[in-house]
């Protein structure tokens, strides 16, 4: 059977004050939170417990710097930067002739011959001799 077309078009319009509006937002914030109970409620959670949070925390900041954004938290991305870093530059300490800081600790804790000049504890070192000998032309 058709239906007959409508006559007469009522709206209806609820106006909410501001206690109202608040008492709702309370309600949706409510609803949206029970709503998440199964993140930290089940053993399947992601938010069971910290340590699954950090995890989850850190594989995003991974995933992140891995597609090239820098992130402040270390990663291996930021490891391997750092290795290659580390290798620049104790090849260029070669370069100048110098040995780096953990070279010089290895000769003098297995008694060697004192390193040369150019590691930043060698530097120290002798400052520290001369200071005590009565040598001022260190300048800062």
Do not use: C
Not at 45 to 71: F, H, K, N, Q
Not at 72 to 92: H, L, Q, W
């Amino acid at each position: 059977m058709p239906r007959k077309a409508p006559t007469t078009v009522t709206e209806f319009r609820v106006t909410l004050g501001d206690y109202e509006r608040m008492k709702l937002d309370d309600l949706l914030l409510t609803l949206r939170i029970h709503s998440l109970k199964d993140m930290w409620a089940t053993e399947d959670g992601v938010l069971r417990s910290p340590a699954a949070v950090i995890a989850a925390i850190y594989s995003i900041v991974t995933i992140i710097e891995a597609m090239g954004i820098d992130t402040p938290i270390p990663t291996p991305v930021d490891a391997y930067e750092f290795i290659e870093g580390v290798d620049v530059k104790r090849e260029a300490k070669r370069a100048l002739g110098a040995e780096s800081n953990v070279e010089f600790l290895a000769r003098v804790l297995f008694g060697m011959n004192p390193a040369v000049a150019g590691s930043n504890i060698w530097n120290l070192y002798q400052y520290a001799q001369d200071v005590q000998a009565g040598d001022t032309t260190w300048s800062e």
